[in-house]
Each structure stands twice: as structure tokens, then as C-alpha cells.
């Protein structure tokens, strides 16, 4: 798949820039809504019941560092003004822009807070709707692009020659006692995205006052540099923030720009020690992937925390 030009500031080297701090993070701590529907032949429903919970499941803690944020980029709110609502509880009023990289989608909701993140992505904040089920917002698409919903509920934005543009991770809507609440974009034509909120998971808890969190980046990797530990040589990928909780939309498109960066590592074994990082230890600071480990298979690679020998 291609590779779309990052802003400079994203440009990635194979090579040593610089210390970094990084973050502590668990070696292989399986994370809620990833997935591996990529896995060649392997069902989904027994990637997620068994793969996740029984292999990776004993995973030890590692310390690892975290990158310090590029000083070139900054954070900032906007709580952009809305029209006046028509007077249902949950009327979608006000657009804004929300922008990454050369990509803008339009957002439409009401009185949403948008934050632009260190790594070029964004995330939009908008209230619960007082009753729910409901529409909590909608985005759009430029004219000539499109969204490509994944099996995860994350989304995929191609521009008009079908390449990788950007993507949506999975919403997330919490209340503001922490009860999860159901939250999906569903697809309302090519270039239309329905942000739609359900009941609590759990309780069926429904009206209380919480947000919906909308994430778009456009931006895969901060990293990919080549060097030596555990025996062997090694490829210290470092995904961005967004790239690394997008979900099915950012997996293959992420794999490319390594590849693309490193071609040595396009292979099969390689690839599935990529695929068990993005399954199961997204936040740890690096996927460290090894050339020389043996190729087992995508099963066996998960069944030995991504380290097969």
C-alpha cells in the first residue's frame, strides 16, 4: 500500500537521533478493542476469546523509555461557537474543522472541544446526548475522499485513488462516573460518518451527563532505527500515538511506512512480531522486531509474546 508523505517535522530516520525519555510500559499488555483480523485464516472470535486472554495473558512488565514530545508541535483547545440549537435533545448544531497532517474533515455536534495532540492527530470531545440511543455528531469527507469502516469500529479516510489518507480510531464514551457507553461510527454513504451512542455496556445507563471522544491522525510513525540487543540485530519501531490506539485502521498503513523505511523488514516472520505488538503491547515504548528470529507462524509468534526463538 502507499506510503502518504508526512509533514517534516514527522520525517523519520533510520537512525540514532538523540536520547529520548520513554515511557514505562508492560511488555505485552493486551489492549481493550485491538485486533489482529489481519492474520491470515485465523477467525477473529478465537483471536480475541483465546489468543488474548490465555497467550498473552502472562506477560511480564519491562522497563522501557518514553519519547519526550517533539517541541515543534503544541496542544492547544479550541471550544468552537455553536448555531442555535432547533430545540431537540439531540440535534447535532455547529461545524468545525478538524485537521492532521494535509487532511480537514468537517465535524458537526454540538459545542464539541477540539484538541490538536503532539503527534499531528486530534481528538474532539462532545457532550452525551441527554437521551440515548442518538446521534451524538457527524463528520464528512472531502469531495474525492472516503471512509472505509473496519471490522473494529475504526475507520479508514482513502483519498480519491483508494490510497491510505488518514483514519479514525474506535470512539470511546464514558459517563462522568467512568461507566463505559457504547459508541460507533457507522458509515451514512462514502463520504459520511454517524457518530452514534447506545446505552451503558453493562447497566443500561442512559442521559447521564459524559463525552464521546473522537480521534483522527493522519501521521504512522515517530521512529524506525536499526540496532543491536538480545543477540541480534533489531528494529525499534515507534509508532505514534494515534497509529498506535487506530486499530485496524492504522495496522497495514503503519506496516507499509515501516517497510517502506526499512525494507529489510518486509518479511513474513517480521511482519507477524508486528502484527503481535499491535495486538497485544501497543504501548510498549518500541516493537522491537528481530530479522533473526525464526518465522513460526503468526499463532506460535503470539504464543511467545512476540518473541519466538
Known amino acids: 500500500m502507499p506510503v502518504r508523505a508526512r509533514p517534516a517535522r ?40 483465546v ?52 487532511l480537514t474533515l468537517s465535524l ?4 464539541p472541544t477540539v484538541t490538536a495532540q503532539p503527534d499531528g492527530s486530534v481528538q474532539a470531545s462532545i457532550a452525551l446526548p441527554t437521551e440515548l440511543p442518538a446521534e451524538a455528531a457527524q463528520l464528512t469527507a472531502p469531495v474525492g475522499t472516503t471512509f472505509e469502516v473496519q471490522l473494529d469500529g475504526s475507520v479508514v479516510v482513502r483519498d480519491a485513488a483508494g490510497a491510505f489518507a488518514g483514519g ?24 459520511v460518518l454517524r457518530v452514534v451512542v447506545s446505552p451503558a455496556l453493562i447497566d443500561g445507563t442512559g442521559g447521564a451527563s459524559g463525552a464521546v471522544t473522537v480521534w483522527f491522525g493522519t501521521a504512522l510513525l515517530e521512529s524506525a532505527t536499526w540496532g543491536e540487543r538480545e543477540g541480534g540485530r533489531s528494529l525499534a519501531v515507534d509508532p505514534t500515538p494515534w497509529a498506535r ?7 497495514d498503513a503503519t506496516w507499509a ?33 528481530e530479522p533473526w528470529r525464526p518465522d513460526v507462524g503468526s499463532l506460535a509468534t503470539l504464543a511467545a509474546s512476540c518473541n519466538p526463538t
Open 10 to 49: 514527522y520525517r523519520t530516520e533510520v537512525q540514532t537521533t538523540g536520547a529520548r525519555s520513554r515511557r514505562p510500559a508492560a511488555r505485552c499488555t493486551p489492549r481493550a478493542g485491538a485486533a489482529l483480523t489481519s492474520l491470515a485464516a485465523v477467525p477473529a472470535a478465537v483471536l480475541a476469546a
Open 257 to 289: 511506512a515501516v517497510v517502506a523505511l526499512a525494507p529489510e523488514a518486509g518479511t513474513t516472520g517480521m511482519h507477524d512480531q508486528f502484527l503481535c505488538h499491535a495486538l497485544g503491547a501497543a504501548d510498549k515504548a518500541t516493537w522491537n522486531l
Open 245 to 251: 490506539a487506530g486499530g485496524l485502521a492504522a495496522q
Open 108 to 111: 458537526r455536534a454540538d459545542r
Open 168 to 191: 479514525l480510531a474506535s470512539p470511546t464514551a464514558t459517563t462522568e462516573d467512568g461507566t463505559l457507553v457504547r459508541a460507533q461510527l457507522e458509515a451514512a454513504g462514502t463520504e
Open 51 to 102: 489468543l488474548v486472554s490465555a497467550l498473552l495473558g502472562g506477560c511480564t512488565a519491562a522497563d522501557d523509555a518514553t519519547p519526550a514530545p517533539s517541541a515543534s508541535h503544541g496542544t492547544e483547545s479550541v471550544t468552537p461557537r455553536a448555531e442555535a440549537p432547533s430545540g431537540s435533545a439531540t440535534t447535532i448544531v455547529g461545524t468545525v474543522a478538524l485537521t492532521s497532517g494535509a
